[in-house]
């Protein structure tokens, strides 16, 4: 099974940028869509983007679309999450995840494998 290493997080101002990389031990091109959710302290973890996804190609909730973008280099096994314009509610444990099958999926349950997650803190 494939794991997953995120990294890139840490302590940055409103209006700042992040990238986080996550690292797949194995090719993920052609066999995982990826995901990018986030979970703020006492709220429930949710989706913020992915790839993949049928119809456009990627997805990203509407708290996030215009400043964030996901993309991928399969040639590296990592999937990227570009954060640009960041705000104090940005603020959550960022984690990657897998799923082998196909079709648009926005609930945690229905991917398969986990990274261990990444801090980000939007503080001024």
């Known amino acids: 099974q494939v794991q997953l290493v995120e990294s890139g997080g840490g302590l940055v101002q409103p209006g700042d940028s992040l990238l986080l990389s996550c690292l797949a031990s194995?090719?993920?091109?052609?066999?995982?869509?990826m995901g990018w959710f986030r979970q703020a302290p006492g709220r429930e973890r949710e989706l913020v983007a992915a790839?993949?996804?049928?119809?456009?190609?990627?997805y990203y909730s509407q708290a996030v679309k215009g400043r964030f973008t996901i993309s991928r280099d399969n040639a590296k096994n990592t999937v990227y999450l570009q954060m640009n314009s960041l705000k104090p509610e940005d603020t959550a444990v960022y984690y990657c995840?897998?799923?082998?099958?196909?079709?648009?999926?926005?609930?945690?349950?229905?991917?398969?494998?986990w990274g261990q997650g990444t801090q980000v803190t939007v503080s001024s």
């Open positions: 995840a897998a799923r082998s099958h196909p079709g648009n999926a926005y609930a945690r349950g229905e991917y398969d494998y």
């Open positions: 194995e090719t993920i091109s052609g066999t995982y869509s």
């Open positions: 790839d993949s996804w049928v119809g456009s190609g990627t």
